[in-house]
């Protein structure tokens, strides 16, 4: 046995005092890692996912129809939901008629055509 | 560099790390133990005490590097904006405030036996002990804003100003005429301390700056997923509030 003098008591309790504090700091990191880890694999898991992140396979094939909702988070990273999931969730009177969108978007384009055209001026009489 | 500043870039690069970095942990805290105890002779002066100074002052100096990473991480918040930034000077705070915890009971007990007193108001202590409440201020600041942004800048601003006092910390035994013995280790003529303390000394501080590292990449890594779910949660209560629309 190591013998530590008169003042062990000393000795055990600063090395003590030092196990248990980085024990503790320990202890808590890891859980703290481990419950957010849990914590986003569970939003995942519910289709909800960064933009960055690989999508399930599932979803992987599904034509997306509408634009995905987009976040900017606090730490900088851009975001979105899943659009498969989106549409699927939404009820079906909210949603747009097809055949309208496709007018909507035809008259967008005329006009974005007219905008484009060199303007002629009427020779004056 | 500039890459690493991208967090999925930086989860990345820590998960390649982490193991081999608590590889080296282990390594260098078991060796520095076994030549705390079974190799360091007992001091002259202060005789088997000496051993407290092997984890005292590796504390002491991660407690001050601690509040230097937090002031360098400061500035990246409050000049470039980077939420990486703020994540590493939240993230090293409570790090920071455990190693001058152990820094302050492991002085403390070294006291007793050595001076007579478990605590005296000279100006390293007292440095020391501010230092320990500037820590305790920034966690309690950044828990009690719940937005990342305004409690990151108002944090940064607070550390800052707090930044002073790590010089005084450092040069208090200089300065004033204080119970607590000068540098020994860091001085211009070189270190006053026998090789046979001194290695032992700088195999737990290694072992010390280690552990200080492993830990704020694991807290930061868990910070980053923390914010991410954070975003997360924001979104699915958006798309309640639109599907109820």
Redesign the interface.
């Known amino acids: 046995m190591l013998d530590l003098g008169p003042h062990a008591s000393f000795i055990l309790a600063a090395y003590g005092v030092t196990a248990i504090a980085v024990a503790v700091l320990v202890v808590t990191t890891l859980a703290d890692d481990r419950t957010q880890r849990r914590k986003l694999a569970d939003l995942e898991r519910r289709g909800i996912r960064r933009r960055s992140a690989t999508p399930p396979k599932a979803a992987k094939t599904v034509t997306p129809k509408t634009t995905p909702s987009m976040t900017a988070p606090p730490g900088g990273e851009t975001i979105e939901t899943d659009p498969a999931e989106a549409t699927a969730k939404k009820p079906a009177s909210k949603r747009k008629p097809a055949a309208k969108t496709a007018t909507k978007t035809a008259a967008k384009r005329k006009t974005a055509a007219k905008a484009k055209a060199p303007r002629t001026r009427k020779p004056r009489s | 560099m500039i890459s690493l500043a991208n ?2 870039r930086f989860l990345g690069l820590v998960d390649k790390v982490l193991p081999w970095l608590s590889a080296l942990v282990v390594i260098l805290l078991g060796t520095g133990l076994y030549l705390s ?2 190799v360091a002779p ?1 001091d002259y002066q202060q ?3 000496v ?2 100074m092997f ?2 002052v590796p ?1 002491a100096w991660l407690a001050m590097f601690g509040y230097t990473v937090i002031a360098i991480a400061a500035l990246g918040t409050l000049i470039w904006r ?3 930034a703020d994540v590493a000077a939240k993230t090293a705070a ?2 920071g405030a ?1 190693f001058t ?2 820094a302050l ?2 002085g403390s ?2 006291g ?2 050595m001076w007579g007193t478990y605590w005296v108001w000279d100006a390293r202590l007292t440095s020391m002990l501010v230092l320990f409440l500037l820590y305790l201020g920034l966690i309690a600041l950044w828990q009690s804003i719940d937005e ?2 305004r409690a990151g800048r108002a944090a940064a601003i607070l550390a800052l100003v707090g930044a002073i006092n790590i010089p005084i910390i450092k040069f208090s035994v200089d300065w004033w005429n204080t119970l607590h013995q000068p540098a020994s280790v860091f001085r211009t003529g070189g270190p006053t301390i026998d090789p046979a303390l001194l290695t032992p000394l700088f195999v737990m501080a290694a072992g010390f700056t280690a ?1 200080f590292v492993l ?1 704020h990449l ?2 930061m ?2 910070e ?13 209560v ?2 309640a509030a ?2 109820e629309a």
């Open positions: 967090p999925t105890f079974f007992p005789g088997e005490t051993r407290i984890i005292h504390a980077h939420p990486l409570p790090i455990t915890f152990v009971v492991t007990l070294w007793k036996p990342l942004g552990l830990l694991m807290a890594r868990a980053i997923l923390r914010r991410r779910v954070r975003a997360l949660q924001q979104t699915q958006e798309r639109l599907a």
